[in-house]
């Protein structure tokens, strides 16, 4: 088994408070994620199983995703919680490709060259940052692709629909409290300001909630 990649990393500040709520949170994440991860494991092998090439995972998490990569694929994930990286490097055994887990701050990634990846993937992160800081994570996204590469991001937002958005108000005091995410960050307005990034397609996996945002470096 793998072990984690440790760096001398120093989270961006506004990142310290978000990394010591997930070092709560990693103990028991994945029994407080259980009821919504029922949607999600249905969704996790056409998320990346298409993915080919070097892959840049920004906030592994517990790594959910490791089992659905393709075999072809050299995957480095990256997480901002250790206790998040404990769990993920447990699953590792179950991955067909080749793994390599990083302790690293998105904003910052110090510890990952430029140019070299062909895909980043990521899942819920951009909406767990501030947005003064999740444009920080979107340039680093647009110095570690390589030029044409291609960006997969899924991230939940609000819902249009009154009734709906009624529903996820009332659980949202929960989510950002425990998660740290909101669902109303504007991961999508950065992404189409960055002078690197190029959004080719936008959807939605569920409702007008669940926002799958597509594109490639330029």
């Not at 990034?197 to 470096?217: A, M, Q």
Request: proline share 2%; with cysteine; charged share 30%.
């Amino acid at each position: 088994m793998l072990a984690i990649i440790e760096v001398k990393m120093k989270p961006h500040e506004k990142n310290l408070s978000l990394q010591k709520k997930y070092n709560v949170t990693g103990l028991l994440y994945d029994i407080l994620d259980y009821p919504w991860e029922q949607r999600y494991k249905k969704w996790r092998p056409t998320l990346v199983g298409d993915l080919k090439g070097k892959v840049l995972e920004a906030g592994v998490g517990t790594g959910r995703n490791l089992e659905f990569y393709h075999e072809d694929v050299d995957m480095v994930g990256i997480e901002l919680s250790k206790q998040m990286l404990r769990k993920a490097e447990k699953r590792i055994k179950k991955a067909r490709c080749k793994v390599k887990l990083i302790y690293e701050d998105a904003t910052v990634m110090q510890s990952i060259g430029s140019n070299q990846f062909d895909w980043i993937f990521s899942t819920f992160m951009c909406c767990v940052m501030p947005d003064d800081i999740q444009t920080l994570a979107i340039e680093q996204f647009g110095r570690v692709l390589k030029k044409g590469g291609r960006f997969r991001l899924l991230e939940i937002v609000f819902s249009k629909n009154k009734k709906l958005r009624k529903r996820q108000e009332l659980y949202a005091p929960f989510v950002e409290k425990i998660y740290g995410a909101r669902f109303d960050r504007d991961t999508l307005r950065h992404i189409e300001r960055s002078s690197t990034l190029k959004v080719t397609n936008t959807s939605f996996l569920k409702d007008d909630t669940y926002l799958l945002i597509e594109g490639i470096r330029i």
